[in-house]
């Protein structure tokens, strides 16, 4: 009783965590667009998040042994912060002269941005997840539907919220950049391409 109690707590932080990295990204996304567009995003990236951690989850084991997909995610996801700070930029500027006609980032590409972070976090949720919950599947279930309920909820959140206060952006972008580093060491330290105190590695 006390060891499945440990389990779910440890599940739950795990997606508070991970399903607020995802949130930041889609409501980064979503923020630029008009609340019907904003909206469509917010369940694009909600969707994407759903079917990515199911896809994962089923191959969770066979994707452990895949240290390099981690440095990938990590590439792509400083790839990501770098569009947003372009897309805050942006706003910034309309915010400071609204009657400059700034041009709404482009509906589909914003789409693909939000997918592609969807499969870097989805990964490392699952893999989390799938490891907290030690064999069990109805843990591991439960992890996987908070994480999803938790993106959509919080993406809707910070989306809105991000429009009156931009600086809350930039912060996000610091978070998601700290766990793109970390992603990247920690595949590289799987790889044994490069070795840190062994004190550090659960950060990685």
């Known amino acids: 009783m006390i ?4 389990i779910l707590t440890q599940i739950i932080f795990i997606d508070i965590i991970l399903a607020a990295d995802n949130a930041i990204i889609i409501g980064l996304i979503a923020a630029n667009f008009v609340p019907k567009n904003r909206k469509q995003i917010i369940l694009w990236g909600v969707a994407g998040a759903l079917v990515f951690k199911i896809i994962f989850a089923l191959f969770a084991t066979y994707l452990f042994e895949f240290y390099f997909i981690k440095i990938l995610g990590g ?6 912060v770098n569009d947003l700070r372009k897309d805050l930029v942006e706003m910034k500027n309309k915010i400071k002269s609204p009657t400059k006609k700034s041009k709404e980032p482009s509906y589909i590409q914003s789409i693909y941005k939000v997918l592609f972070a ?7 949720n699952v ?6 919950a030690k064999g069990y599947f109805g843990f591991m279930i439960f992890g996987l539907i908070l994480s999803v309920i938790l993106t959509g909820a ?12 931009i600086w809350i952006a930039y912060i996000g972008l610091g978070f998601i950049l700290i766990v793109a580093i970390q992603l990247i060491i920690g595949g590289l330290v799987d790889l044994d391409i490069l070795n840190i105190n062994e004190q550090f590695k659960k950060y990685f």
């Open 154 to 165: 919080l993406a809707t959140y910070l989306a809105n919220y991000i429009q009156k206060h």
């Open 127 to 132: 893999i989390g997840v799938v490891g907290a």
């Open 3 to 6: 060891e499945e109690f440990i």
């Open 75 to 80: 590439l792509l996801l400083i790839w990501i």
């Open 118 to 124: 969807d499969i870097t976090i989805s990964f490392d």
